[in-house]
């Protein structure tokens, strides 16, 4: 009705006739007024739809953006298989980023979610997944490892352990991840003292990592082949397996590995040239020759242990400045320098590399964005050697966090 009444008025615009009875040309101005209000409203109304699509499109193409810009991205560190929902392949991305940023109490909340999707039913039973594609199976295992990686930096060991022999148990995915894997469960067997089976773990690790004609591969022991270029995640289950023979007395094996690791750390940087200041971020060089000069010193190889301490702490001090591993480093290597010179009294140069230990800067853990993955396996948890009267010295005592400490 009321539209009707508004059409029957706009039917009458003429100038009221004398005859006009009072308050009809009221109620034409009135109607005017509102018409002319009406019409603007509408098309105010219009141009806020206009505006409000306008909005919500670009969200959408902002959305859609960011999504396929993140997913292009991230996906070359961890692909989705393409018969993953959207949802799974959002949850696959953003815990893989938070596992890179090393935020891992997030990625437990996404991977969690992500792993219950993937192989439980509506009705909580579990689906059979033997039968699914291989690249399902690649970011199923990527993910189950990922998960387990973070679960142990949170400290839940038992579902941690649980996950890893999950995920290195599929016969796909990154082998990269598999490495860490396969190292962590080693590192395990190692604690509990099944040497044996960490050997055999560890070794797994570096499969994943290392070719046959890069490493020399024997029933014996392992070593690094001269012309080899070790990066950084390679180097770290090679000086797992080295500190490993430590714990199991086997110090010379140790040692031409060690000296191995050296060697490769070395040639990589070389490889670099002009950009040698990219090379060797985490310490690693000054660190393996620290474990180097430890091992002499077992051996009694006294002086020698002395030139290799005295290497190491002036190699990881010059690169301290920024880097909390290099300062680290060159702390405890200066403290064993400063303990092996009191071993032959020499209480000058005892007393100055003690001073330097005590005055090494650290640089803040603030100073950059994040902390490497594998650190703690470097620098917190070196201790190789308990402290054995038949093997370290008497009246030597090592910096707590050393090999021999």
């Known amino acids: 009705m009321a539209l009707r009444g508004f059409n029957q008025l706009k039917e009458d615009t003429s100038q009221p006739s004398s005859d006009t009875k009072p308050g009809v040309w009221t109620r034409k101005i009135s109607f005017r007024l509102c018409s002319s209000i009406a019409n603007g409203l509408n098309l105010a109304s219009k141009k806020f739809l206009l505006i409000v699509a306008a909005l919500y499109s670009g969200a959408l193409v902002t959305v859609g953006g960011i999504y396929w810009y993140t997913k292009h991205t991230l996906e070359k560190v961890q692909p989705v298989p393409d018969d993953w929902t959207f949802k799974q392949k959002l949850l696959g991305l953003a815990g893989a980023n938070h596992h890179e940023e090393e935020r891992y109490g997030i990625v437990l909340k996404y991977y969690e979610e992500l792993v219950n999707e993937l192989v439980l039913n509506e009705d909580g039973s579990v689906k059979d997944i033997d039968k699914k594609s291989p690249a399902w199976l690649a970011g199923y295992a990527d993910i189950v490892l990922r998960l387990g990686l973070s679960q142990e930096k949170m400290g839940h060991r038992e579902d941690a352990r649980q996950a890893l022999e999950s995920g290195c148990s599929i016969p796909y995915g990154q ?104 090379a060797d971020p985490k310490c690693l060089e000054p660190t393996v020759m620290s474990y180097v000069s430890e091992i002499l010193w077992a051996l009694n190889n006294k002086r020698d242990a002395i030139i290799w301490a005295e290497g190491s702490y002036h190699e990881a001090n010059n690169k301290s400045r920024g880097r909390i591993e290099c300062g680290l480093c060159a702390q405890m290597a200066a403290n064993n320098v400063s303990k092996m010179y009191k071993h032959f009294k020499m209480t000058d140069q005892s007393e100055q590399f003690k001073k330097l230990s005590e005055n090494q800067y650290i640089a803040p853990i603030n100073s950059r964005k994040k902390e490497p993955f594998w650190t703690k396996h470097w620098l917190a948890g070196t201790v190789l050697l308990k402290k054995n009267q038949n093997i370290a010295p008497a009246g030597l005592q090592f910096a707590e966090n050393s090999l021999l400490g």
């Not at 396969?182 to 003292?193: D, S």
């Not at 714990?247 to 040698?276: M, P, T, V, W």
């Open 175 to 278: 082998k990269s991840l598999k490495a860490k894997g396969e190292l962590q469960l080693g590192l395990y067997e190692k604690e509990i003292g099944n040497h044996r089976q960490a050997e055999k773990l560890i070794r797994k690790s570096i499969g994943y990592l290392l070719s046959k004609d890069q490493i020399t591969d024997t029933s014996g022991s392992v070593i690094v082949n001269k012309t080899t270029l070790l990066t950084d995640e390679q180097v770290t289950p090679l000086m797992e397996l080295a500190k490993l023979y430590v714990a199991q007395k086997r110090l010379k094996e140790a040692l031409n590995l060690f000296l191995s690791i050296q060697r490769g750390i070395k040639e990589h940087a070389r490889s670099l040239g002009d950009s040698k200041h990219l």
